[in-house]
């Protein structure tokens, strides 16, 4: 199943547990849940994530914040992909199961 957003910006934090880079670039987020001991997370090693899933994502555009929540028990891939006129697209990318997503519009990061 895949759910495909456009964002008003590039500027997109969160999804996953991460001990650094907490503003992510382009490419796959993959969450699943499992308890691998690790000492660094970053998108050369696929943006895997410490110990749990966390499925929530704020996005920056003209200094305010829009939250994005998706929960799912199943394994779940967002997947950014920049665009060239500022903006990016939000493909959740998962292998089914029952979906609770949720907006958070227009707030600060507080």
Not at 32 to 47: F, L, M, Y
Not at 87 to 106: A, E, H, P, Q
Request: net charge negative; aromatic share 14%.
């Amino acid at each position: 199943m895949q759910i495909d957003m456009k964002l008003p910006s590039q500027h997109i934090y969160g999804f996953g547990e991460r001990l650094s880079d907490f503003e992510l670039t382009e490419g796959a987020w993959t969450m699943w849940s499992h308890g691998v001991n690790r000492t660094e997370s970053s998108q050369a090693d696929g943006g895997k994530q410490t110990f749990g899933v966390h499925p929530f994502c704020l996005v920056k555009a003209e200094g305010e914040f829009v939250g994005i929540f998706f929960r799912n028990a199943n394994a779940q891939a967002p997947l950014i992909t920049f665009q060239e006129d500022g903006t990016s697209v939000l493909s959740y990318i998962t292998t089914g199961g029952n979906l609770d997503i949720n907006f958070f519009f227009k707030g600060t990061a507080k």
